[in-house]
C-alpha cells in the first residue's frame, strides 16, 4: 500500500515525499545512478583509451613498415598499396627538402610536435584533431634522408565509445528499473513498524497487531516496538485507574457525584424526562463511631446493595413506566445516594422511593452485629425542577432537607416553596453571619421576679435580631439556623459577653440585678466551656455571682462529666448555674443530684397546662416539691396570668418570669421599666402598711407590674 494512502498517512505532515521509504527510494535510486553514470563514463574512457592505444600501436608499426620499405626502393605507387593494405586514412613521403616523394598528405599539415621529435632522430607519435599521427625517418638507397608520415582516423573508436556507452547506460537505466521498485518495497516493509508506531503514538490504540508483529522483531525496531507497546499498557492501566478516580467512588464502585452530573446533564440538553432521588442513609456514622471505621465501610457496602436491590425489584415488578430506563445508581457524599430513572414520572419516583424505604426496614448485618439504618430522600423531577443538573440537584437537596426535617423513613419530593425555603435560609445564614460580624444583633432582657418579697430579682438576656428587610427574626428560627451553620458558640459568647457588660452596668448604678444566659447545647459541648464563659464574664467587669447560666436539661444530662468538670470552676467563681427547661427531658435524678447547680427552671409548658391538665400540675407540684428537698431555687417560665402566678406561688415556687411582668425589652427600656416598678413596689408597701380598707392585699404587687 502507498504510503500516502496509508490509515493516518494524512494532512501536510504526512505527505509521499516526506515519508522514510520515498526519501530512502530517492536516495538510493540518485546514488546508484550516480554510480552507474560514474562507472560507464569510466568504462567508456577506458575503452576509448585501449582503443586509441591499439590504433597508435598499429599506427606506428606500419610507419616502421613503410620506413624499411622506403630504404629498399618502393616505388610511389608501390608506397600507395602499402598505405591502403596498412588501413591508413593517409600516408607520404616527404624529402628533406620538403618535396613530397610518394603518396597525398592530408588537409591538415602534420603536428609540429611530430617535426619536433623527429628533429631528434626518433619516430614519432601523436593524437590531435581526431586524427592518430605517425612519423618515421627513412633513408633512401641514395643515401637521401626522407620522412614516413602516416595517420589513422579515431572517428571509429570514438564511435564504438559512444554505442558502448548508450548501450551501458540502457542497461543501467533497465537495472534501475527493476532495483529501484524492490529496493522501494524493501525500505517500505522496514519502515511499516515505525510508521505504525507514529499511528500508534497519535492515535492511542492504533495499528496494535502491526505493533505486536513488529514486537516480535530481535533487532532495534523490535525493541522500540515492545518498549512503545508497554507505554501503551501503562498508560491505559493510568487512564483507567484515572477514569475511576474520577468518575468512580472507590469504596461501593458506584459513579460518583461527577459522573451523575454529566449524566444529567446529557438527559437534560436533549429534554428528557427524568426523575432524581437524592437519598441520605441515616446511622452510618454512628456505625463507624461505634464499631470501627470497617465495619463503617461494610454498612456502607450493604446500604449500597440495599439500594441496587430497591432499584432492580422496581424495574422488574414493572413500576417504571412505559419508556423509563434502568435506574442510575451514584454514590455522591459519605452518608448519601443519588438514584436518576430517566423516563420517571413523579409517580413512579415515588413508587421507587418507597422500594428504596422498605429495603431498609429490616435491620442490617454488619460483621456480627445487627444495626438499624434509615434513609430520608427527596424528589426532583426534570426538567419541571431544573432544567440544569445544578438547578435539578439543588431542588432535590431541598426535598432532601424537608425529608431529613420530617424524620426517619420520610420522603418528600420537590417543590418551589422548598426551594425558596432553602435559597431563604441560604440568605438568612449569610445575613446572620454578616450581623454578628457587625454587631447587628440586639440583647433583650425579660424580669424575673422573686415571688415572696414581690420584687424584681433579675432578668434573663435573650437575643434578638432585627434584620433590616425582614424585621424582627423569631429566635427560634436563627438560632436553631446558627447552630446548624456552625454559627452558635460565636453567638452564644456574644450574648454573655453583651449581658455580662450590661449587668456590671447596672450594679455600678445602683442596680443590684442578676442577668441569667441561656447557654446552647452545642456551646456547653465545648472542653473549654467554662474557662471562656469566666475569661468573658470578667473582661467584660461583671461580678460572677450576678451572672446566671441556664444549661438545658438535655445538655446537662448527657454528658455528666462534662458537665461537672466545665461547671465546677464557674461554680466556684460564685456563677449560678440553672437547669433549663427542667422536665422535658429524660432526667436521671441520681445524676442530677451530683451536679452543681443552683435553680430549676419549670419548662413554660406546663406552667400554660397547669390550670388545665391535672398531669401538668403534678410536674409543676412535684419540681418545685423536688427542688425544695434538694435546697435549690425553681423558676417558672411562661406566666402570663394572675391565676398562674397564684398557682406557682401556692406550691412554693421561688421566681417567676413571664408576659404578666413583662415582655423583653432593651436595656434602656429594661432600666425605665424597672424604676417604674420600684416606685409601683413603694407604693404597694406603703399602702399596705396603712391602716384601714384602702391596703393593697398581698398579691396585689403582681397586677401592678403587670401594668
Known amino acids: 500500500m502507498p504510503y500516502a494512502n496509508r490509515p493516518g498517512a494524512g494532512g501536510s505532515e504526512d505527505r509521499w515525499w516526506r515519508g522514510l521509504a520515498a526519501r530512502s527510494t530517492l536516495f538510493l535510486g540518485g546514488a546508484l545512478t550516480l554510480v552507474a553514470a560514474a562507472a560507464i563514463i569510466t568504462s567508456g574512457l577506458y575503452l576509448r583509451d585501449a582503443a586509441i592505444s591499439s590504433i597508435e600501436r598499429d599506427l606506428a608499426a606500419a610507419a616502421q613498415r613503410l620506413a624499411t620499405a622506403i630504404g629498399q626502393d618502393v616505388t610511389p605507387a608501390r608506397f600507395s598499396q602499402l598505405s591502403e593494405a596498412a588501413f591508413l586514412d593517409y600516408g607520404y613521403v616527404v624529402g628533406s627538402d620538403g618535396a613530397i616523394l610518394a603518396g597525398a598528405p592530408p588537409s591538415a599539415p602534420a603536428p609540429d ?18 586524427f592518430a599521427h605517425a612519423a618515421a625517418p627513412a633513408m633512401l638507397s641514395d643515401g637521401s634522408p626522407v620522412t614516413v608520415h602516416v595517420g589513422r582516423s579515431l572517428s571509429e573508436a570514438y564511435a564504438a565509445m559512444r554505442g ?10 533497465a537495472l534501475l528499473a527493476v532495483l529501484l521498485p524492490l529496493a522501494a518495497l524493501l525500505i517500505d516493509r522496514v519502515a511499516a513498524p515505525l510508521r505504525a508506531l507514529t499511528r500508534a503514538v497519535t492515535r492511542p490504540g492504533a495499528a496494535e497487531d502491526e505493533l505486536r508483529r513488529a514486537g516480535e522483531r530481535r533487532d532495534e525496531i523490535g525493541a522500540l516496538a515492545r518498549a512503545h507497546l508497554s507505554i501503551a499498557r501503562n498508560l491505559a492501566e493510568n487512564a483507567d485507574a484515572l477514569h475511576r478516580l474520577t468518575f468512580d467512588d472507590p469504596l461501593t464502585r458506584l459513579p460518583n457525584r461527577g459522573s451523575l452530573t454529566s449524566r444529567l446533564t446529557a438527559a437534560l440538553q436533549v429534554g428528557r424526562k427524568l426523575a432524581l432521588l437524592r437519598v441520605e442513609v441515616v446511622g ?100 419541571d425542577d431544573g432544567d440544569e443538573a445544578d438547578g435539578l440537584l439543588r431542588s432535590a437537596s431541598a426535598a432532601l432537607s424537608a425529608a431529613r426535617s420530617a424524620g426517619p423513613q420520610s420522603v418528600r419530593a420537590a417543590d418551589a416553596g422548598l426551594n425558596q425555603l432553602a435559597y431563604g435560609r441560604l440568605r438568612l445564614e449569610e445575613d446572620l453571619r454578616r450581623a454578628l460580624d457587625q454587631n447587628e444583633l440586639e440583647v433583650h432582657f425579660q424580669p424575673q421576679i422573686a415571688l415572696k418579697p414581690g420584687v424584681v430579682s433579675g432578668a434573663e438576656a435573650l437575643v434578638r435580631w432585627r434584620h433590616p428587610i425582614r424585621g424582627l427574626v423569631p429566635p427560634t428560627e436563627f438560632v436553631t439556623l446558627a447552630e446548624e451553620c456552625g454559627l452558635v458558640e460565636q ?50 467587669g461583671a461580678d460572677p455571682s450576678r451572672i446566671e447560666l441556664e444549661i438545658t436539661e438535655s ?17 466556684a467563681a460564685g456563677v449560678r448555674i440553672a437547669i433549663d427547661d427542667f422536665g422535658t427531658g429524660y432526667s436521671n435524678l441520681a445524676t442530677l443530684t451530683q451536679l452543681p447547680f443552683d435553680v430549676l427552671k419549670i419548662d413554660r409548658a406546663f406552667v400554660l397546662d397547669a390550670l388545665n391538665a391535672p398531669a401538668a400540675r403534678v410536674v409543676v407540684g ?7 428537698n434538694l435546697g435549690v431555687e425553681t423558676v417558672a417560665e411562661g406566666v402570663e396570668t394572675e391565676e398562674q402566678l397564684d398557682f406557682v406561688v401556692s406550691h412554693g415556687c421561688t421566681y417567676a418570669q413571664g408576659y404578666l411582668f413583662g415582655r423583653p425589652m432593651s436595656a434602656d427600656a429594661f432600666e425605665a421599666w424597672y424604676a417604674n416598678r420600684l416606685v409601683a413596689e413603694l407604693r404597694a408597701l406603703a399602702d399596705r402598711a396603712a391602716p384601714g380598707p384602702s391596703a393593697v392585699p398581698h398579691w396585689g404587687v403582681g397586677a401592678l407590674m403587670a401594668s
Not at 113 to 130: H, I, M, N, P
Not at 557 to 569: K, Q, V
Request: charged share 20%; glycine share 10%.
Open 113 to 130: 610536435t611530430l617535426s619536433d621529435s623527429l628533429q631528434a632522430g626518433a619516430a614519432a607519435l601523436t593524437v590531435e584533431r581526431g
Open 164 to 173: 558502448m556507452i548508450a548501450r551501458a547506460a540502457l542497461a543501467a537505466l
Open 284 to 383: 452510618l456514622a454512628r456505625v463507624a463511631a461505634g464499631l470501627g471505621q470497617q465495619r463503617g465501610d461494610d454498612a456502607i457496602l450493604g446500604a449500597a446493595d440495599r439500594l441496587r436491590m430497591a432499584s432492580a425489584g422496581w424495574a422488574h415488578a414493572g413500576l417504571a413506566q412505559a419508556g423509563a430506563d434502568s435506574v442510575f445508581l451514584a454514590r455522591i457524599s459519605d452518608s448519601g445516594f443519588a438514584m436518576l430513572a430517566l423516563g420517571a414520572d413523579g409517580e413512579a419516583a415515588e413508587q421507587l422511593a418507597r422500594r428504596a424505604v422498605e429495603a431498609f426496614e429490616a435491620p442490617m448485618p454488619v460483621g456480627e452485629h445487627f444495626v438499624t439504618l434509615s434513609l430520608a430522600i427527596g424528589i426532583a423531577i426534570g426538567p
Open 491 to 540: 453567638l452564644g459568647r456574644f450574648v454573655l459577653a453583651e449581658a455580662s457588660r450590661v449587668c456590671a452596668g447596672w450594679t455600678a448604678r445602683g442596680m443590684p440585678l442578676r442577668v441569667a444566659v441561656n447557654v446552647s447545647t452545642l456551646q456547653f459541648r465545648n472542653p473549654r466551656f467554662g474557662e471562656s464563659a469566666l475569661e468573658i464574664i470578667r473582661a467584660a
Open 555 to 571: 445538655a446537662a444530662m448527657g454528658d455528666p462529666e462534662h458537665a461537672a468538670r466545665e461547671l465546677a470552676p464557674l461554680k
Open 622 to 628: 412535684t419540681v418545685i416539691g423536688m427542688a425544695d
